[in-house]
């Protein structure tokens, strides 16, 4: 292998008798003295010679608009050299030849300048980040027979607003096009049947994406912080959802997980704050979903909670283990009751639930993970009388004992207003709810009391406008 400088060359013709004509070397004179400056008007290109193919290895010249030749000495340019145009930001545009079949790494990366590239049809891959941080790249054009795009090939072209994937490409990379901000739009060919880890992390103008049948993988942070992403189709191929695979997809409001997933790495749908419901098909095999809640097959372990619910909810009865990050970042969650079925409580399991006041045990102490309240300043445990394992704190938060009771003695009218007294435990937060039919009740809050010395008095001004009237205590 050698390595050769592809200058210019000027030729004279001879004269008539052969001998060098004298106007030609006047003419001949100047270009000889430019030749000894630096190259301004010319490109060069510094190149290996392999097996009589060449590959080209830098470029020395002014930037702008350069054509990779095709032959040089008359041999074919058959690869584009790892590095070999890497940070030249003057690079306005290029033309690969169609005699390339291979794009090297670094490549074109952060040539800034560079608004679009054609990838002709001879090229077979793309390598690891040949076209990172290209952030005026506005169109590319990838040639049908490309196989593999490398690791980061596309990662932060944060002008490109779509790009379409030939049917001839096998493998995409890891983040191939992630932080590719204004990216709306992609076509994922059924060639592929991996969507690898951060394939399309920070893509945060994706809005839709249809996966096709032919993926049986989405990887670890596919999808990161996709947050105009408000829908996604997922095939019955796919048997594996990998960690926080749509962690931060804060449009997302509904998915479907098909009967073929076996696997769904824990936080897969984390910080998605407007996710409602994960509805899981009635013939998946190791998973469920009740009332829009991702449990286990069994319903014993809850595996996911929708971040975009607000309120309340009450865990079945069936659990007895809520796993790690399942309620992380549900920012709208004011209360949970849990079981005395559940044992054990995962890792960050409540982490940053933002509105989270109180959390009701109906049993013992469960054991617990690390940081299970990470963030949770307004956080109070409430547990019952009779149960066992409590102090004041559990999990670094305060602990109050959970014993609302109404007095039956203080029942009653009192200034043409019915009324009752609650006790408990001081600081106890108790809603009073009102429901006019019993047999097919909805129930209205009222009033909500904070127990202040141990006891509280409520008084229902509109009890007269009902001809009946019925009353319930529960925790915010």
């Given at each position: 292998?050698?390595?050769?400088?592809?200058?210019?060359?000027?030729?004279?013709?001879?004269?008539?008798?052969?001998?060098?004509?004298?106007?030609?070397?006047?003419?001949?004179?100047?270009?000889?003295?430019?030749?000894?400056?630096?190259?301004?008007?010319?490109?060069?290109?510094?190149?290996?010679?392999?097996?009589?193919?060449?590959?080209?290895?830098?470029?020395?010249?002014?930037?702008?608009?350069?054509?990779?030749?095709?032959?040089?000495?008359?041999?074919?340019?058959?690869?584009?050299?790892?590095?070999?145009?890497?940070?030249?930001?003057?690079?306005?545009?290029?033309?690969?030849?169609?005699?390339?079949?291979?794009?090297?790494?670094?490549?074109?990366?952060?040539?800034?300048?560079?608004?679009?590239?054609?990838?002709?049809?001879?090229?077979?891959?793309?390598?690891?980040?040949?076209?990172?941080?290209?952030?005026?790249?506005?169109?590319?054009?990838?040639?049908?027979?490309?196989?593999?795009?490398?690791?980061?090939?596309?990662?932060?072209?944060?002008?490109?607003?779509?790009?379409?994937?030939?049917?001839?490409?096998?493998?995409?990379?890891?983040?191939?096009?992630?932080?590719?901000?204004?990216?709306?739009?992609?076509?994922?060919?059924?060639?592929?049947?991996?969507?690898?880890?951060?394939?399309?992390?920070?893509?945060?103008?994706?809005?839709?994406?249809?996966?096709?049948?032919?993926?049986?993988?989405?990887?670890?942070?596919?999808?990161?912080?996709?947050?105009?992403?408000?829908?996604?189709?997922?095939?019955?191929?796919?048997?594996?959802?990998?960690?926080?695979?749509?962690?931060?997809?804060?449009?997302?409001?509904?998915?479907?997980?098909?009967?073929?997933?076996?696997?769904?790495?824990?936080?897969?749908?984390?910080?998605?704050?407007?996710?409602?419901?994960?509805?899981?098909?009635?013939?998946?095999?190791?998973?469920?979903?009740?009332?829009?809640?991702?449990?286990?097959?069994?319903?014993?372990?809850?595996?996911?909670?929708?971040?975009?619910?607000?309120?309340?909810?009450?865990?079945?009865?069936?659990?007895?283990?809520?796993?790690?990050?399942?309620?992380?970042?549900?920012?709208?969650?004011?209360?949970?009751?849990?079981?005395?079925?559940?044992?054990?409580?995962?890792?960050?399991?409540?982490?940053?639930?933002?509105?989270?006041?109180?959390?009701?045990?109906?049993?013992?102490?469960?054991?617990?993970?690390?940081?299970?309240?990470?963030?949770?300043?307004?956080?109070?445990?409430?547990?019952?009388?009779?149960?066992?394992?409590?102090?004041?704190?559990?999990?670094?938060?305060?602990t109050v004992l959970w014993n609302p009771q109404v007095q039956p003695a203080s029942f009653g009218v009192r200034a043409n207003q019915f009324g009752f007294s609650i006790t408990g435990s001081s600081n106890l937060v108790i809603v009073i709810e009102a429901s006019t039919n019993l047999a097919n009740p909805t129930w209205s809050p009222l009033q909500t009391n904070t127990l202040t010395g141990d006891s509280s008095y409520f008084s229902d001004?509109?009890?007269?406008?009902?001809?009946?009237?019925?009353?319930?205590?529960?925790?915010?």
């Amino acid at each position: 292998m050698k390595t050769q400088t592809l200058i210019p060359r000027i030729t004279c013709p001879k004269t008539m008798a052969g001998r060098l004509g004298t106007a030609c070397a006047t003419k001949l004179l100047p270009l000889l003295l430019l030749l000894t400056l630096p190259a301004v008007a010319q490109a060069q290109f510094s190149y290996t010679v392999n097996n009589g193919a060449i590959t080209i290895t830098g470029y020395t010249g002014p930037g702008g608009a350069v054509t990779i030749p095709s032959t040089i000495n008359g041999l074919p340019v058959t690869s584009i050299g790892d590095w070999a145009f890497y940070e030249i930001s003057s690079l306005s545009s290029v033309t690969i030849p169609d005699s390339v079949t291979n794009v090297g790494r670094y490549a074109f990366e952060l040539c800034t300048s560079l608004p679009s590239v054609t990838i002709p049809n001879s090229v077979t891959s793309i390598g690891e980040n040949a076209f990172s941080g290209c952030s005026s790249l506005t169109n590319v054009t990838i040639g049908n027979s490309v196989s593999s795009i490398g690791v980061a090939a596309f990662n932060g072209c944060t002008s490109l607003p779509s790009v379409t994937i030939p049917h001839s490409v096998t493998s995409i990379g890891q983040h191939a096009f992630g932080s590719c901000r204004i990216l709306s739009s992609v076509t994922i060919p059924s060639s592929i049947t991996n969507i690898a880890d951060y394939t399309f992390e920070y893509c945060l103008s994706l809005t839709n994406v249809t996966i096709p049948s032919s993926v049986t993988r989405i990887g670890d942070d596919a999808f990161l912080y996709c947050i105009s992403l408000t829908s996604v189709t997922i095939p019955n191929s796919v048997t594996s959802i990998g960690h926080f695979a749509f962690v931060g997809c804060s449009s997302l409001t509904n998915v479907t997980i098909p009967s073929s997933v076996t696997s769904i790495g824990e936080d897969g749908f984390d910080a998605c704050s407007s996710l409602t419901s994960i509805m899981v098909d009635a013939l998946n095999s190791v998973y469920s979903s009740v009332n829009g809640v991702l449990l286990d097959k069994n319903q014993a372990t809850l595996i996911a909670y929708p971040g975009g619910r607000v309120g309340t909810y009450t865990i079945p009865n069936s659990v007895t283990n809520i796993g790690g990050y399942a309620f992380s970042l549900c920012g709208s969650l004011t209360s949970v009751t849990i079981p005395s079925s559940v044992s054990n409580i995962g890792d960050w399991a409540f982490e940053y639930c933002a509105s989270l006041q109180g959390v009701y045990f109906e049993g013992s102490a469960p054991r617990f993970g690390l940081s299970i309240f990470l963030n949770d300043t307004n956080v109070t445990v409430y547990y019952l009388p009779g149960t066992s394992g409590w102090g004041p704190f559990f999990a670094n938060r305060p602990t109050v004992l959970w014993n609302p009771q109404v007095q039956p003695a203080s029942f009653g009218v009192r200034a043409n207003q019915f009324g009752f007294s609650i006790t408990g435990s001081s600081n106890l937060v108790i809603v009073i709810e009102a429901s006019t039919n019993l047999a097919n009740p909805t129930w209205s809050p009222l009033q909500t009391n904070t127990l202040t010395g141990d006891s509280s008095y409520f008084s229902d001004a509109q009890w007269t406008n009902y001809p009946g009237r019925f009353y319930r205590l529960r925790w915010p």
